[in-house]
């Protein structure tokens, strides 16, 4: 990661899942609730990926949970309890290159929507295309009895920030892992100012160096 670059999917994809095995190292119950989807999920549905196979990719996001030993207790509470999770999706607006943060608790029937920059009919869009593809995967899990049924009609739309925090064009990737790291530990939104993304660039990229060694 340059010190001032914007990060690419595959920078949130491989951060995201650093960090969160961080947080189960760490023991934080949170990190175990948490279902983390690779940020191609909601270009999947932009670009009209089918129902079925946005389910499939789902359906392996889950399953990477239960590939890791040290974690065997997921295995258990998989796949019954699918609308248990808090679902942490990262989203992509091309036309901006920025990225955003969708975090839905289908049992609160809530959905946490964080945007650095705090547009509000950007925020919207977000806000819909996550509506979208939750309605997308609930309905086919309906179908294979491994969820509820929800109205998403009636969910709570929560903005992650009423005001921009992000005064340059390209941390909006740093912010949306700052917000998955507070989410996997329990917080609903990270405490990390501006003036420390230089110090949070610099401790990611150390730590994906470390895990591009190890794999």
């Known amino acids: 990661m340059s010190s001032n670059g914007k990060l690419t999917d595959e920078a949130i994809n491989i951060g995201g899942t650093i960090l969160k095995l961080?947080?189960?190292?760490?023991?934080?119950?949170?990190?175990?609730?948490?279902?983390?989807?690779?940020?191609?999920?909601?270009?999947?549905l932009r670009g009209g990926t089918s129902q079925e196979e946005l389910w499939s990719h789902f359906e392996r996001s889950l399953q990477q949970i239960t590939h890791d030993p040290e974690h065997e207790a997921a295995l258990e509470s998989y796949p019954q309890d699918i609308d248990s999770y808090l679902w942490i999706i990262p989203i992509h607006r091309p036309h901006e290159e920025h990225w955003t943060l969708g975090v839905v608790d289908l049992k609160e029937k809530t959905i946490f929507h964080y945007d650095s920059l705090s547009s509000e009919t950007e925020s919207y869009n977000d806000v819909q295309l996550l509506l979208q593809y939750c309605n997308a995967i609930t309905?086919?899990?309906?179908?294979?009895?491994?969820?509820?049924?929800?109205?998403?009609?009636?969910?709570?739309?929560?903005?992650?920030?009423?005001?921009?925090?992000?005064?340059?064009?390209?941390?909006?990737?740093?912010w949306v892992l700052a917000h998955i790291?507070?989410?996997?530990?329990?917080?609903?939104?990270t405490a990390l100012k501006e003036d420390q993304m230089l110090w949070w660039r610099a401790t990611l990229s150390e730590q994906v160096c470390v895990w591009t060694e190890a794999n």
């Open 22 to 44: 961080n947080c189960l190292e760490l023991g934080y119950s949170a990190a175990n609730r948490s279902l983390l989807l690779s940020c191609y999920e909601i270009e999947r």
């Open 181 to 189: 790291f507070a989410v996997l530990r329990g917080h609903t939104v």
């Open 139 to 174: 309905e086919i899990g309906v179908t294979l009895g491994l969820c509820d049924q929800y109205d998403f009609s009636g969910f709570s739309i929560i903005p992650g920030a009423l005001h921009a925090c992000q005064t340059n064009g390209y941390d909006c990737g740093l």
